[in-house]
């Protein structure tokens, strides 16, 4: 198991890694002698606390702090729910943003961060005439192709200008996002809680 201290709080999961219990060095949290099995045991363990250090100093960069990971199921919304959010009146102009920024995450598959920093450099028209996002995913680092369909396409042009720089959109902070979704969900009929991520 490896095990994690974040204020005070403890938290844990399996490294999914089988140790001989005569192996283990509890003082140095490592598979004591020269062996191949120690060895490879150890590269692992290693490749571990590597990764535990890149993921904590990416929550520092990224906010400041960092918080111990909480496994929530948001669930998903039916068809059905989408039509009712996209044709469902907001009661302001932020609403309406937060819903329409929310819709073309659904159509898009865009992360709030990707959202967020999206600019019209992102957007291409390809050799088949189809506009396209063109975009490395911050969460993931990897580098997406996404065509845009008609009601995404329709979302950018509402907002075009807006931000007041070459961002598509002017999108609050998540806090706000995840906040107005909540009351658009309820004005919905929504019971699931709709988030952005």
Same mark, same amino acid.
């Given at each position: 198991?490896?095990?994690?201290?974040?204020? *005070?709080?403890?938290?844990?999961?399996?490294?999914?890694? #089988?140790?001989?219990?005569?192996?283990? #060095?509890?003082?140095?949290?490592?598979?004591?002698?020269?062996?191949?099995?120690?060895?490879?045991?150890?590269?692992?363990?290693?490749?571990?606390?590597?990764?535990?250090?890149?993921?904590?100093?990416?929550?520092?960069?990224?906010?400041?702090?960092?918080?111990?990971?909480?496994?929530?199921?948001?669930?998903?919304?039916?068809?059905?729910?989408?039509?009712?959010?996209?044709?469902? *009146?907001?009661? *302001?102009?932020?609403?309406?943003?937060?819903?329409?920024?929310?819709?073309?995450?659904?159509?898009?598959?865009?992360?709030?961060?990707?959202?967020?920093?999206?600019?019209?450099?992102?957007?291409?028209?390809?050799?088949?005439?189809?506009?396209?996002?063109?975009?490395?995913?911050?969460?993931?680092?990897?580098?997406?192709?996404?065509?845009?369909?008609?009601?995404?396409?329709?979302?950018?042009?509402?907002?075009? *200008?807006?931000?007041?720089?070459?961002?598509?959109?002017?999108?609050?902070?998540?806090? +706000?996002?995840?906040?107005?979704?909540?009351?658009?969900?309820?004005?919905?009929?929504?019971?699931?809680?709709?988030? +952005?991520?």
């Amino acid at each position: 198991m490896c095990r994690l201290t974040v204020d *005070g709080e403890i938290r844990q999961f399996s490294c999914k890694m #089988d140790v001989p219990p005569h192996m283990w #060095d509890t003082k140095t949290g490592r598979a004591a002698g020269r062996s191949a099995t120690a060895r490879i045991i150890n590269e692992e363990v290693d490749r571990i606390r590597a990764d535990i250090n890149r993921h904590y100093l990416e929550l520092i960069r990224k906010d400041g702090y960092v918080n111990s990971l909480e496994n929530v199921d948001r669930g998903y919304l039916s068809l059905e729910e989408i039509r009712t959010m996209i044709n469902t *009146g907001m009661p *302001g102009r932020t609403h309406e943003l937060v819903r329409d920024l929310f819709i073309f995450s659904t159509f898009t598959g865009l992360a709030y961060s990707d959202v967020k920093s999206l600019t019209y450099d992102n957007i291409q028209t390809f050799f088949d005439g189809n506009l396209w996002i063109i975009k490395r995913r911050k969460k993931t680092n990897t580098e997406s192709n996404i065509r845009l369909l008609e009601i995404p396409k329709r979302i950018i042009e509402k907002y075009r *200008g807006i931000s007041g720089d070459n961002h598509v959109f002017p999108v609050p902070s998540n806090t +706000t996002c995840n906040k107005i979704l909540k009351d658009i969900a309820s004005l919905c009929g929504i019971n699931r809680k709709p988030e +952005t991520n």
